[in-house]
DNA sequence: CTTCTAGCG
C-alpha cells in the first residue's frame, strides 16, 4: 500500500476563491499510483493503453472533424492526445476543458513532466481564472469557463487547431455551452477538430450532434465515435434482494459484512448528503470501538468525505490505513467524479444523489433527493476496480437498477439560466431560443432567465445585450443580480459597502456553530454584537468591518466565534472584485453608514427577490405570490417580521426558506425597479 | 425552529 504517490498541485495554485475545495484531491483523470515509475518517460507513456490506437485516432483526425471518444479514466485519453497531434505537426494550439481547475493544473504538470526533456519549453501550459501560467503553450489545459470567455474575444478560436472537451459525461453547464457553440464554429472552419472525451455511453447522441449531414448519404459523415479500453479492472455487481427500509443502517450492516468476511481492500460508501455521511460515520465508529475491544475481528478506520469537510480533514482519506486496520471512507457524490480515493476494493451503492433542481414556478432552486442515472452507478461501480478486481454492493434490486435513467438530465434542463444565457449572448447569439442546445432546456426556463436579465437591463427589449451594462455584467464572474448590484453602486456612493456585502455572500457562512451546549449560547450571544435590525446583509458588513478593525486577528474570530479562514478569503475575493470594479470606472467610495442608501442599492439589483408580509403570518413573493418563510439563521427570525424585505436565495427543505435578508422600503421597489413592479401589484 | 450534492467564472 505504501507505494502510492499523490501528486501535490504546485504552490502556484493559492488561488483563494478556491479554498474550500482546493486540497486535494486528485482529479479522476490524474494518475495516481504509478508501477511503472522506474521507467523512462517514453516506455510509460507507451505502456498506456491508449497508445496502441494512437496512429487510428490521428487517422481519424485527419478524416474526421469530430472524434467522440470513448475512454475510461486512466486511460491516458487527456495526457497523450495533445501529444499526438503536436508530434504529428498540427500547426496551432490544442486546447483541452476541463470541469475542475485542480484537473486542469494537474495534467499541465504531468504533461510537462512528459515533454519537458523533449521538447522546448513553452510547450504546455494551463489557465484557470485568476491563475494562468505560458501565455500561448502549444498544449494548453483550462477550465471550461476560460474558452469560452477566449471566444468573446476570439469567436473562431484562431489560436487553435484542435479543442478537446474533457470528461464531457459529466455535462455541466459549460460543456453544453462549449458544445453548441463549437458545432457552429466547427461549420465556419473546417480545419478545426474537436475531441469530445467521454466515460460514458451517450456517445451515439453526441456524434449526431456533432453530424453535419446526419440524413445525406452523399456527403460523409463528420463525426466518428472511438473507444479506448481503459486500466480498469473488472467489478463483481451484488444486489439486495428485497428493498432495504433504511440505506444508512444498510450500508453500517455491509460494511461490517465485509469486514467480518475478511476480504482484503478498503470500502468507499456513497451516500446522499453530510448529515447522512457523519450519521453514518457515528454508527460505524461504535461498531470500530466494539470491534477493538473484541481484539477478535479485523478493526477499521472510518473516515467522512464530503465537500465542506475542511481541507485537513479531507486530505485523511488519500493515507492509506495503519497496519492492521481496514480504511473505510463514507462519502457523498464527491467521491464519484471529484476525487479519487486510492485502495477502494468495495463499494457500497446507495443509489440516490441530490441534485440542484431549478422550479420555473416559484423561480427557485431546489435540492432534491433523486434515484441515480445507469452511468451514474456504473461511475460509482468502478471506483472498486482500479486497483484490482473489486465488488460492488448495490443496496438496492436489480428490478430497481433496470428502470433507472441513462444518465443524470444535464444541469442544462435543470438549472436557473439567467447567467448562462447571458454568457450565450455575449457571445453574439442572437435568438437564444433557437440555439442549438446538445440538451434543449425547458422553455420557460429560458423565457424566465430573459425576463430577468431585461428586468436589469442587461439586455434591450430586443434581446440585444446593453452597452455597457449588458457586457459589463456578463464579463463578471457573479450571479447577474450581484453583479448589477456591484455596478450601481457608484451612483449610490457605496461601493465600499456593497464591495463587502457582495464578497461576504461568495463564502459559505462565517460564524462557526460550536456543537457542544455552552458554547452554542456564547456563540449566540457574541453574534448578537453585530446584528442589525437592518438585516443579515448589514449584519455581515459589521461583521467584516469588526474583522478589519482588529487588524484581521484571530483572536477577534476566537472571541466571537467567527471563521478566520472564511474572513481571509473575503477580503482576499473583495480585493478582487474592487480591482475589476475600478477597471470599470465606478468610483471606490464610502456612504459612511447611512444603511438606507446601501440597501437602496441593494433592491437596484436584487428587486426580482422582494417579498412582503401577508395577513396570513407568512411571506409571499410579489412576482408569483409564493409563499415564503424566514430562514432560522436569519438576523430577523427572533425580531418582529418587516413588511419588506429582499432576499439572496431560498432553500427547500421543509418549506421554502430565505436566506440573506435585508429590510427595504416598499416605496424603493416602485422607484428604483418601476418596470418590474406596476403599481398595481401593491394594491391587489 | 434549520441547513450545505458537486463545481465554475
Known sequence: MSDFKPRFLKPSDTSSFLDKNEPQSLESTDFIYNKHLSQSIQTQRQRLPIFNNRNHILYLLEKFQTLVLVGETGCGKSTQ????????????????????????????????????????????????????????????????????????SDPLLKDYSAIMIDEA????????????????????????????????????????????????????????????????????????????????????????????????????????????????????????????????????????????????????????????????????????????????????????????????????????????????????????????SGKVYRLYTEEFAAKLADNTPPEMVRSNLTYAVLQIKALGIANILKFDFPSPPPIQNLKSALEILYALDAIDIEGELTRPLGFNIAEFALDPLYSKVLFSSGEFGCSEEILTIIAMLQVETVFTKPSTGNSIIKARIQKRLFEVEEGDLITYLNVFNGFIQSDMSQGFCHKNFLSYKGLKRVVEIRRRLEKMLRNYGVPIESCIRSTEMIRKCLVKGLFPNAAYLHHSGSYKTIRGDIELSVHPDSVLYTIPQPQWVIFCQVVHTTKLFMRDLTVIDSDWLLELAPHFYFKTTFHE
Open 81 to 152: 492526445i495533445p501529444q499526438y497531434m503536436i508530434e504529428a505537426e498540427w500547426p496551432l494550439s490544442i486546447g483541452v476543458c476541463e470541469p475542475r481547475r485542480v484537473a486542469a493544473i494537474s495534467l499541465a504538470n504531468r504533461v510537462a513532466d512528459e515533454t519537458g526533456s523533449l521538447v522546448q519549453q513553452e510547450t504546455v501550459g494551463y489557465a484557470v481564472m485568476f491563475d494562468a501560467c505560458n501565455n500561448k503553450p502549444k498544449i494548453k489545459y483550462m477550465t471550461e469557463g476560460i474558452l469560452l470567455r477566449e471566444m468573446m
Open 169 to 388: 459525461h459529466e455535462r455541466t453547464l459549460y460543456t453544453d455551452i462549449l458544445m453548441g457553440l463549437m458545432k457552429k464554429i466547427l461549420k465556419r472552419r473546417k480545419e478545426l477538430r474537436l475531441i469530445v472525451a467521454s466515460a460514458t455511453l451517450d456517445a451515439k447522441a453526441l456524434q449526431e450532434f456533432f453530424n453535419n449531414n446526419p440524413t445525406d448519404d452523399k456527403k460523409k459523415d463528420t463525426a466518428v465515435i472511438m473507444s479506448v479500453e481503459g486500466r480498469q479492472f473488472p467489478v463483481d455487481v451484488f444486489y439486495v434482494a428485497e428493498p432495504v427500509p433504511c440505506y444508512l443502517q444498510a450500508s453500517v450492516d455491509t460494511v461490517l459484512k465485509i469486514n467480518e468476511s475478511k476480504q482484503p481492500g478498503d470500502i468507499l460508501v456513497f451516500l446522499t448528503g453530510q448529515e447522512e455521511v457523519e450519521r453514518t460515520v457515528r454508527l460505524l465508529n461504535e461498531h470500530a470501538n466494539l470491534i477493538e475491544e473484541s481484539r477478535k475481528k479485523e478493526k477499521i478506520v472510518v473516515l467522512p468525505m464530503y465537500g465542506s469537510l475542511p481541507h485537513h480533514d479531507q486530505l485523511k482519506v488519500f493515507r492509506s490505513a495503519p497496519d492492521g486496520y481496514r480504511k473505510v471512507v463514507v462519502a457523498t457524490n464527491i467521491a464519484e467524479t471529484s476525487v479519487t480515493i486510492p485502495g477502494i476494493v468495495h463499494v457500497i451503492d446507495c443509489g440516490f444523489v441530490k441534485l440542484k433542481w431549478y422550479n420555473n414556478e416559484t423561480h427557485t432552486d431546489s435540492l432534491v433527493t433523486l434515484p441515480i442515472s445507469k452511468s451514474s452507478a456504473d461511475q460509482r461501480a468502478g471506483r472498486a476496480g482500479r486497483l484490482r
